[in-house]
């Protein structure tokens, strides 16, 4: 089965410094996929990056990264330059084929971000 | 602009009367699922729709069932909630499975059982 392991229930960070959310899966799975979702205090899952399995370079969108270490199983968001709108929750997710067809997210337990000023 | 609806965004029943949530999409993608997600924990899959095929999870109760009338409509219906399944629902779609193909969600139903 898999899993997904966020370590960090809260974290604080100052308006337009950098801050990096842990996140370690474990998977028997060669191919999968790591994402990360934001969701605000509203309620909506937003897609931020996706990181493949074989992917060869990390993933980057905009002031998103993913630090992929394949051989220890992690997948850690870098968000740089917070912003007061960065605060919210944020999941990092792994997709696994589900009978059926389409994908299924594991989702970890998330890491709560306030940025402040 | 193309998104996912839910319909309401809130909605409270009573302890068992049976409630319905509505999404919709303007995506068009094959495949829709349904999420639960109680108060500070992770979203669940409960099921999915692959176009008409339904795909329940092992561990989702019977009192949830789900409609797939048209590619663009999916409904969720608890046929006789209790206080436990008061919770975020968030309807999500993707294209067929693969690598990729990452899930939209829409803005979730807060249900609240009295």
């Known amino acids: 089965a898999q899993k997904i392991t966020q370590t960090q229930p809260g974290m604080f960070v100052q308006e337009k410094e950098a801050v990096t959310l842990d996140c370690t899966y474990d998977?028997?799975?060669?191919?999968?996929?790591l994402f990360w979702y934001k969701q605000p205090s509203s309620g909506e899952m937003i897609f931020l990056i996706y990181q493949g399995s074989y992917d060869q370079q990390n993933a980057t969108e905009g002031r998103y990264s993913l630090n992929f270490q394949k051989a220890r199983k992690s997948a850690n968001l870098v968000i740089s330059a917070s912003q007061l709108g960065d605060s919210a929750m944020y999941f990092c997710a792994m997709r696994e084929g589900i009978t059926g067809g389409g994908n299924k997210l594991t989702f970890g337990t998330g890491t709560q971000l306030k940025v402040e000023l | 602009d193309a998104m996912v609806i839910q319909n309401p965004r809130y909605q409270v029943t009573q302890f068992g009367k049976p409630v319905t949530l509505s999404c919709s999409q303007t995506?068009?993608?094959?495949?829709m699922y349904w999420y639960q997600q109680k108060s500070s924990q992770a979203p669940k899959l409960l099921f999915h729709y692959y176009d008409k095929d339904f795909n329940n999870e092992a561990d989702t109760p019977d009192n949830f069932q789900s409609r797939r009338p048209n590619t663009s409509f999916c409904f969720l219906d608890i046929r006789s909630p209790g206080l436990g399944d008061a919770a975020m629902y968030l309807c999500?779609?993707?294209?067929?499975?693969?690598?990729?193909?990452?899930?939209?969600f829409g803005p979730g139903t807060r249900l609240t059982v009295t």
């Open positions: 999500a779609t993707s294209r067929a499975a693969g690598d990729y193909y990452e899930q939209y």
């Open positions: 995506l068009n993608h094959n495949v």
């Open positions: 998977t028997s799975d060669p191919s999968y996929g």
